[in-house]
C-alpha cells in the first residue's frame, strides 16, 4: 500500500482531538511532539489506541490462523483505516473486506489489491466503479456477493458490456430467515449458481459466503443456530459442486464475524467438497477487540474452543476514550465530558481507569473500584453511577472501554496511538 499521500496530509486545531493552536502538522508528525495524554497534551474527550494492545491482537489472530489453516479478509468497515488494512496486510491478511463502494473506493486509493465487497453490488455508480477498476487495474482480485436471479442479471448486462477479458468473480450468498441478504433455501440458491453460469464468461461463481453473527438468544442457542447455518452454508456448496456450477480454481467458503470464527473455520475445513478449498474468515474487531460485546464473545469463543487458550494471550482491548469529570453534582453520580459524539452507545462504555493530573494520586492511571458504572450517554455528557466514596473530583480524567468499536472509530477523523505510559507515538486517519 501507498501511504505517502496520508502521511503528508495535514492536522490543525480543527481536528477533532488535537490541541487548540495547533498549526498545520503532517499526520506523520504527530509522534514526533512529545506529546502524553496524561500531561493534558491533548484536550478531552479524546480517543486513543494502544499500541501494545494492538500487536498483542496481531499476534493472536496470526496464531490463530496458523493453528486452524484458514485464511483471514480483515472487514475494513470496523476502522476505515488504510494504516490499519497496511498493518493487517503486513501480517499476511489474503484480502481486505469492505461493505459499501466507498469503502472500496477508500481502499483502492490507497492501492489494496485484493478485495471482497460482502454485500450486493448494486446500483449504476457502484457497478461502474467496480467495473472500470477491474479494467484499469490487471492486478485488481475482487469479489462480491449475490442472492438473486434478477442481481445476476444486472450484474451480467454490465460485465457484457464492459468488455474486461476476465469475468466478475462472485460468492452466492446463503441466508437464514428474519436475518439479512442471502438466499434461504437450496433451491433458490442452486438458481441463482446456475444463472451465474449461464453468464459465463462475464460471471464467475468463485464460492459460498454468509454472515451468521446476528443470531438472537442466549450464547448457547446462538451457537446451536450457528452450527445450523454453517451446515446450510456447506449444503449449499456442496449442491453447487455436484451440479459443476463453480469455475475453476480453488472455492471459498467465506462467513466469520468477530464473534463466532472459531466454529466458522472448524465447520469449513470438514466441508466434504472434492475440489480445493479456501476457508476465508472476516473478523474486523480482533484488532482492537473491545471491553463489551466482543469481550463477551471472546469468553463463549474459550468456553466453545477451551484449546484455543493454548495459543497464546487472548486480545486485549485496545481503544479507549479519555474524558474529564466534569461535575459531581450527587453524591453517587458523576458526569464525563463525552457522550454519543464520541463513543459507540449500543452498549453503554466500561469505566476502566482514572488519573488526577498534576500528581498526588501516583504517575500512572488506577483501576476503578467496583460500582463506577456508566448508566447513560447525551451528545457531549457521560453519566456515570459511582460509589458514594468514590475519589473521584471534578478534573479528573477518565479512561472508558467501548463496546462494537465500528461505531467508535467512525466518530474520530484521528485516533492517536499512545504506548503503555500513553506517551503519544502516532496516529491514524479514518475515512467515513
Not at 474527550?45 to 494502544?50: F, G, H, Q, S, W
Not at 449442491?239 to 472455492?251: K, S
Not at 476457508?279 to 471472546?298: E, I, K, Q
Not at 469529570?325 to 453503554?348: C, F, H, I, N, W
Amino acid at each position: 500500500m501507498d501511504l505517502s499521500e496520508l502521511d503528508q496530509s495535514f492536522v490543525d486545531q480543527r481536528t477533532k482531538g488535537m490541541p487548540g493552536g495547533l498549526e498545520p502538522l503532517a499526520l506523520e508528525a504527530i509522534g514526533a511532539q512529545g506529546w502524553n495524554l496524561l500531561r493534558e497534551d491533548l484536550p478531552l474527550p479524546v480517543a486513543v489506541l494502544r499500541q501494545s494492545a494492538l500487536a498483542a491482537n496481531r499476534r493472536w489472530m496470526q496464531a490463530f490462523l496458523q493453528h486452524s489453516g484458514a485464511v483471514i479478509a480483515p472487514h475494513g468497515k470496523t476502522t476505515m483505516s488504510p494504516q490499519l488494512f497496511d498493518a493487517q496486510l503486513a501480517d499476511g491478511a489474503w484480502a481486505i473486506t469492505v461493505a459499501t463502494v466507498h469503502q472500496l473506493q477508500v481502499a483502492r486509493a490507497y492501492g489494496v489489491k485484493r478485495v471482497v465487497l460482502a454485500n450486493q453490488l448494486v446500483g449504476r455508480q457502484a457497478i461502474r466503479y467496480v467495473l472500470e477498476e477491474l479494467a484499469r487495474d490487471p492486478g485488481f482480485d475482487f469479489y462480491c456477493l449475490v442472492d438473486s436471479v434478477e442481481g445476476v442479471a444486472q450484474l451480467a448486462r454490465a460485465a457484457s458490456t464492459a468488455r474486461l477479458g476476465r469475468p466478475l468473480q462472485l460468492l452466492l450468498e446463503g441466508g437464514y430467515r428474519g436475518g439479512r441478504t442471502g438466499c434461504r433455501d437450496r433451491a433458490s440458491a442452486l438458481a441463482v449458481a446456475r444463472a451465474v453460469a449461464v453468464a459465463a464468461p462475464a460471471l464467475a461463481l468463485r464460492g459460498v459466503e454468509g454472515f451468521e453473527g446476528l443470531f438472537p438468544g442466549s450464547a448457547e442457542a446462538k451457537a446451536a443456530a450457528v452450527a445450523g447455518f454453517l451446515d446450510f452454508l456447506v449444503e449449499i456448496a456442496l449442491a453447487v459442486e455436484r451440479e459443476g456450477l463453480f469455475a475453476e480454481g480453488p472455492l471459498l467458503l467465506s462467513a466469520g464475524g468477530s464473534a463466532f470464527y472459531d466454529m466458522v473455520v472448524a465447520r469449513f475445513a470438514r466441508a466434504g467438497l472434492t475440489r480445493e478449498v479456501r476457508v476465508v474468515t472476516r473478523s474486523g474487531c480482533y484488532l482492537t477487540h473491545d471491553a463489551g460485546l466482543y469481550a463477551h464473545a471472546f469468553d463463549d469463543l474459550l468456553r466453545r474452543s477451551p484449546h484455543l487458550a493454548r495459543l497464546n494471550a487472548g486480545p486485549e482491548a485496545a481503544l479507549e476514550v479519555w474524558a474529564y469529570v466534569q461535575s459531581r453534582p450527587e453524591a453517587g453520580k458523576v458526569l464525563l465530558t463525552m457522550g454519543k459524539r464520541d463513543v459507540s452507545y449500543d452498549e453503554m462504555p466500561v469505566a476502566l481507569r482514572w488519573f488526577r493530573p498534576g500528581g498526588g494520586f501516583g504517575t500512572a492511571p488506577v483501576a476503578l473500584q467496583a460500582g463506577h458504572v456508566v448508566t447513560g450517554l447525551n451528545d457531549q455528557h457521560c453519566h456515570m453511577t459511582v460509589p458514594a466514596n468514590s475519589p473521584l473530583a471534578v478534573g479528573d480524567m477518565v479512561a472508558v472501554g467501548i463496546s462494537h468499536p465500528c461505531l467508535t472509530f467512525d466518530k474520530w477523523q484521528v485516533i492517536p496511538v499512545v504506548d503503555d505510559a500513553y506517551n503519544v507515538v502516532g496516529a491514524i486517519r479514518t475515512f467515513f
